[in-house]
């Protein structure tokens, strides 16, 4: 009998165990879920801004033709336009030469690369940038060059076939990543004759790295030009790359050479192939269409077969995303591998990433709202003709998708925007919930204020391209001639006396130029620190 009961006792114990086994399986599966929602959450904010920061892209090419044609009328302000609006002609010189006469010292230390380049100056090319190396101006310039001969042979379309001996790998975009790339190569190989790659564009821009991206791309290119393919992406593009980063990064990192760095550079771009087609069954390219491009093709293609692959992990914040490749056998069967290439978050528990992704989405979209809040009120208070300060969320939530125009699921994100009550009413004149503030100068009025941060990512592309020696100071007259030509181009009826007010009290050392960064400080956007969810 003891004995007996002794089990029944054991078993007892087991169901329970089993039982809270399960419950806190359950638990942390719905916790996991939880998580994983509040992340996607946050991409989907990013994704949807950086799709409309693409779209004002458009805008400021649109600016850009507005100078030129303003300046063309009148030959002084020609003269002292910045490059970008009054290109110089084409130098007379020889492009290998001038290359030819810039000195190596002997002070330099980093790889020294001879021509034609072979597999193993690449290898030691690539172990110079995990040790953090600059290649020398001389030789980026060397690589340019050559890889603008070889790509000027090529099509337009490049195509090639699938063998059962010759795997074909398909990366997406960089971005400037140098780790991703790297750890690709690790999981991967390094590309040979036998270890096909395509690069479907983005290499550069936003990540720090893409001088070094570009350099290791461009000389396996060299090496095996039949076997590494490169597609050109939206942001191989000079104006693109004012924006997102890559020319300050040249600039910074070759101050003596950028320029011609820069010159070049734009050369390749044109050169580069728009598209690989597989076995004639697989096109591979960036992305879009043309205004001639034939409807019949698109109304004919299986949609559900488009696969898009992005190979920079970490995009929008540390521990943001995953990257990804996918390999191609001779059959067009496509098997994908991911990864992540994550140095700061990994100390971090997985609560605390999400967070630091989620903050860090709020905090852009916190920008935007502030940059429209007076259109915001505006069209708050079309849904409240009695002027109670208050309204309902569905009224709220389709007011501000009238305004930003980012196809969000506001409902759901306004209780981290906004202020409510209980009956399910929002106060909007009660200001934001946990956004952004800004901080300006007094002269500034709330309108002009507005402007700066609506416009700050243009403005700054602006700024750089006056400052041709990326020194981070323009003079007072360059930026009043900026912020009016500016204004004058996006009808922005700002007084000029209001702008000079601005622009003096900016100059804080009363030198008579202005540094950008005080310019952000003076304008810009003060994140709240706050650890709340």
Same mark, same amino acid.
């Given at each position: %009998?003891?004995?007996?009961?002794? =089990?029944?006792?054991?078993?007892?114990?087991?169901?329970?165990?089993?039982?809270?086994?399960?419950?806190?399986? @359950?638990?942390?599966?719905?916790?996991?879920?939880?998580? #994983?929602?509040?992340?996607? !959450?946050?991409?989907?904010?990013?994704?949807?801004?950086?799709?409309?920061? *693409?779209?004002?892209?458009?805008?400021?090419?649109? &600016?850009?033709?507005? %100078?030129?044609?303003?300046?063309?009328?009148?030959? $002084?302000?020609?003269?002292?336009?910045?490059?970008?609006?009054?290109?110089?002609?084409?130098?007379?010189?020889?492009?290998?030469?001038?290359? $030819?006469?810039?000195?190596?010292?002997?002070?330099?230390?980093?790889?020294?690369?001879? &021509?034609?380049?072979?597999?193993?100056?690449?290898?030691?090319? +690539?172990?110079?940038?995990? #040790?953090?190396?600059?290649?020398?101006?001389?030789?980026?310039? *060397?690589?340019?060059?050559?890889?603008?001969?070889?790509?000027? !042979?090529?099509?337009?379309?490049?195509?090639?076939?699938?063998?059962?001996?010759? #795997?074909?790998?398909?990366?997406?975009?960089?971005?400037?990543?140098?780790?991703?790339?790297?750890?690709?190569?690790?999981?991967?190989?390094?590309?040979?004759?036998?270890?096909?790659?395509?690069?479907?564009?983005?290499?550069?821009?936003?990540?720090? @790295?893409?001088?070094?991206?570009?350099?290791?791309?461009?000389?396996?290119?060299? =090496?095996?030009?039949?076997? +590494?393919?490169?597609?050109?992406?939206?942001?191989?593009?000079?104006?693109?790359?004012?924006? /997102?980063?890559?020319?300050?990064?040249?600039?910074?990192?070759?101050?003596?050479?950028?320029?011609?760095?820069?010159?070049?550079?734009?050369?390749?771009?044109?050169?580069?192939?728009?598209?690989?087609?597989?076995?004639?069954?697989?096109?591979?390219?960036?992305?879009?269409?043309?205004?001639?491009?034939?409807?019949?093709?698109?109304? !004919?293609?299986?949609?559900?077969? +488009?696969?898009?692959? &992005?190979?920079?992990?970490?995009?929008?914040?540390?521990?943001?995303?995953?990257?990804?490749?996918?390999?191609?056998?001779?059959?067009?069967?496509?098997?994908? &591998?991911?990864?992540?290439?994550?140095?700061?978050?990994?100390?971090?528990?997985?609560?605390?990433?999400?967070?630091?992704?989620?903050?860090?989405?709020?905090?852009?979209?916190?920008?935007?709202?502030?940059?429209?809040?007076?259109?915001?009120?505006?069209?708050?208070?079309? /849904?409240?003709?009695?002027?109670?300060?208050?309204?309902?969320?569905?009224?709220?939530?389709?007011?501000?998708? *009238?305004?930003?125009?980012?196809?969000?699921?506001?409902?759901?994100?306004?209780?981290?925007?906004?202020?409510?009550?209980?009956?399910?009413?929002?106060?909007?004149?009660?200001?934001?919930?946990?956004?952004?503030?800004?901080?300006?100068?007094?002269?500034?009025?709330?309108?002009?204020?507005?402007?700066?941060?609506?416009?700050?990512?243009?403005?700054?592309?602006?700024? @750089?391209?006056?400052?041709?020696?990326?020194?981070?100071?323009?003079?007072?007259?360059?930026?009043?001639?900026?912020?009016?030509?500016?204004?004058?181009?996006?009808?922005?009826?700002?007084? *000029?006396?209001?702008?000079? !007010?601005?622009?003096?009290?900016?100059?804080?050392?009363?030198?008579?130029?202005?540094?950008?960064?005080?310019?952000?400080?003076?304008?810009?956007?003060?994140?709240?620190?706050?650890?709340?969810?």
């Amino acid at each position: %009998m003891g004995c007996s009961h002794s =089990v029944h006792n054991e078993t007892k114990k087991s169901e329970k165990a089993m039982k809270a086994a399960v419950l806190i399986q @359950n638990w942390y599966r719905c916790y996991k879920a939880r998580l #994983e929602l509040r992340r996607r !959450q946050a991409l989907n904010i990013f994704e949807n801004i950086e799709y409309a920061d *693409e779209q004002d892209q458009m805008q400021l090419a649109k &600016f850009f033709t507005f %100078m030129l044609e303003h300046y063309v009328k009148n030959k $002084s302000s020609a003269d002292n336009l910045p490059k970008i609006f009054n290109p110089e002609p084409k130098q007379k010189s020889d492009q290998e030469t001038i290359i $030819s006469l810039i000195e190596v010292p002997d002070t330099y230390y980093g790889p020294r690369l001879k &021509f034609p380049l072979t597999f193993a100056d690449v290898v030691l090319l +690539i172990d110079a940038f995990k #040790e953090n190396q600059i290649l020398h101006a001389r030789y980026v310039l *060397e690589v340019l060059l050559e890889a603008k001969k070889i790509l000027q !042979q090529m099509p337009n379309i490049i195509h090639i076939s699938s063998t059962v001996s010759k #795997e074909l790998t398909i990366c997406g975009d960089i971005h400037g990543k140098l780790d991703d790339l790297f750890l690709i190569f690790y999981k991967n190989g390094l590309p040979s004759g036998n270890n096909r790659y395509v690069f479907n564009g983005d290499f550069v821009d936003r990540g720090q @790295n893409s001088m070094e991206v570009l350099m290791v791309l461009f000389s396996f290119l060299l =090496v095996y030009p039949n076997d +590494i393919y490169l597609n050109r992406g939206n942001h191989e593009d000079y104006l693109m790359n004012m924006r /997102y980063g890559f020319t300050r990064e040249i600039m910074q990192k070759y101050k003596q050479h950028g320029a011609k760095i820069l010159h070049l550079l734009e050369e390749v771009y044109t050169w580069l192939p728009i598209g690989t087609l597989i076995d004639k069954k697989v096109l591979v390219i960036h992305g879009g269409i043309a205004d001639n491009t034939d409807l019949n093709v698109l109304e !004919q293609m299986k949609r559900n077969r +488009i696969i898009t692959v &992005f190979s920079a992990s970490n995009y929008y914040e540390e521990g943001s995303n995953r990257g990804a490749y996918l390999k191609l056998s001779h059959d067009t069967t496509p098997r994908f &591998f991911q990864y992540q290439s994550s140095q700061i978050t990994q100390a971090k528990t997985l609560h605390e990433r999400v967070d630091i992704v989620e903050n860090a989405a709020f905090r852009i979209l916190g920008e935007r709202m502030i940059s429209r809040k007076t259109n915001l009120i505006q069209a708050f208070q079309k /849904y409240d003709p009695n002027d109670t300060g208050k309204i309902s969320l569905s009224d709220w939530a389709k007011a501000t998708e *009238e305004v930003l125009e980012l196809h969000l699921p506001w409902m759901s994100l306004c209780p981290r925007l906004v202020k409510t009550i209980e009956d399910g009413y929002v106060l909007y004149n009660m200001g934001f919930k946990d956004l952004p503030v800004v901080r300006a100068p007094k002269v500034a009025k709330a309108g002009m204020v507005e402007t700066l941060v609506r416009y700050r990512s243009d403005l700054k592309i602006i700024f @750089n391209i006056i400052d041709k020696d990326q020194s981070g100071l323009i003079s007072m007259d360059e930026f009043r001639a900026m912020w009016k030509l500016f204004c004058s181009h996006y009808n922005i009826d700002i007084e *000029e006396s209001h702008v000079d !007010q601005v622009a003096y009290s900016m100059d804080l050392n009363k030198d008579g130029s202005i540094d950008f960064n005080e310019f952000l400080t003076a304008f810009d956007v003060v994140h709240r620190a706050t650890n709340k969810l």
